[in-house]
């Protein structure tokens, strides 16, 4: 435990020497003054220059989502490009020797950031939500947002031979996220042909008012993530 907590402190050391990496980070507090002072005043704006009595106010619960999933994908961005950086310079092989071993080193580096920025969407949300949420949706929400930026890390280091290539691949992996929206634009039986993404089943969560619906959500991101598990364990040890 000590081993992991060293290393996790190494971690933020790193973060707080790289400006870009810090930025990212400083991402959701942003957004949540996005969504506190523009919107609003945005949708007063758009309900009376086209007439109508709401515009961007049904959608409001996808917003929420969207932002649910923006930490996790945030700070999990932030984890895989310092774990590319390491694979390339040799570091994560002689970590993963030491006593920290090869699960204190994942967890430290991904498991760990994927937790605080589920804590971290917890703290904001009160702040950022358009529409109510209850404590337990909170929690859910943001638990799935974690494994949705987990997926979305592991694809990266997966798919990635250097760190520019990360990025690109970051931005494609985080497309996952609009998967969320289909319930709200896709009618009838065409919207499950994205039922494989864990995000589509949250937004299919929010838009049945039914939190059962989490349940195919989780267990379709853990099919993600053992699905690339094993090219991800193998590409750190510098198998691949």
């Keep these: 435990m000590k081993a992991i907590r060293l290393s996790f402190l190494q971690l933020l050391r790193f973060i707080r020497n790289d400006l870009m990496l810090l930025v990212v980070l400083s991402t959701p507090i942003l957004c949540t003054l996005l969504y506190r002072l523009l919107l609003p005043v945005l949708e007063k704006f758009l309900c009376k220059a086209l007439g109508q009595s709401a515009v961007i106010a049904p959608f409001y619960p996808l917003l929420n989502i969207f932002f649910c999933m923006l930490a996790p994908a945030m700070f999990c961005f932030v984890s895989a490009m310092i774990l590319l950086e390491e694979r390339d310079e040799h570091t994560a092989v002689y970590l993963m020797i030491t006593p920290l071993g090869r699960s204190g080193y994942l967890c430290s580096r991904l498991l760990l950031p994927a937790i605080l920025a589920a804590c971290y969407t917890c703290l904001l949300l009160p702040f950022a939500a358009l529409s109510s949420l209850s404590f337990p949706e909170m929690l859910l929400f943001s638990g799935i947002g974690a494994l949705q930026g987990l997926i979305s890390a592991m694809l990266t280091i997966s798919c990635s031979s250097n760190k520019l290539e990360g990025m690109a691949i970051t931005k494609l ?68």
């Excluded at 289909?182 to 949250?202: E, G, K, M, R, V």
């Excluded at 969560?205 to 991101?221: D, G, K, M, Q």
């Design 173 to 240: 992996s985080s497309l996952l996220i609009l998967c969320a929206a289909a319930p709200w634009f896709l009618q009838d039986a065409i919207q499950y042909l994205l039922s494989f993404f864990p995000a589509f089943w949250l937004g299919k969560a929010v838009v049945e008012n039914n939190l059962l619906f989490l349940l195919p959500s989780l267990f379709t991101a853990l099919l993600w993530i053992a699905g690339l598990w094993n090219r991800f364990r193998r590409i750190l040890s510098g198998l691949l």
